[in-house]
């Protein structure tokens, strides 16, 4: 079984910056990338960022050049430094795991972004 405990997130004020982490246990081979999703209030679940196995990084447009995600494999980690954030970061924030084969996912952390 594979358990990914998150971290991190609260509150903040526009500008500001928070970081959240997910440490992963369990039953992990191998994995193909590890990220971080978002779900506002009546919105759907979103990409925030994701990092591959191999290291290559992927951003939601939104968050480009103001998120940054990384990892440390040897512990099966993954980090999201959010920097400059706006009210519109405001979500619940998800770890993800994917295996190639299946996804697994963190227990979620608000984040709340005020103007």
């Known amino acids: 079984q594979v358990q990914l405990v998150q971290s991190g997130g609260g509150f903040v004020q526009a500008g500001g910056s928070l970081r959240l982490s997910c440490a992963a246990s369990g039953s992990i081979f191998s994995f193909d990338s590890m990220g971080w999703y978002r779900q506002a209030p009546g919105k759907q679940r979103e990409l925030v960022a994701a990092i591959a196995s191999r290291g290559r990084t992927n951003y939601a447009d939104s968050v480009k050049g103001r998120f940054t995600i990384s990892r440390d494999n040897g512990k099966i980690t993954v980090s999201l430094q959010m920097s400059s954030l706006k009210p519109e970061d405001t979500a619940v924030y998800y770890c993800?795991?994917?295996?190639?084969?299946?996804?697994?996912w963190g227990q979620g952390t608000q984040v709340t972004v005020s103007s």
């Open positions: 993800n795991l994917n295996t190639g084969v299946r996804d697994f």
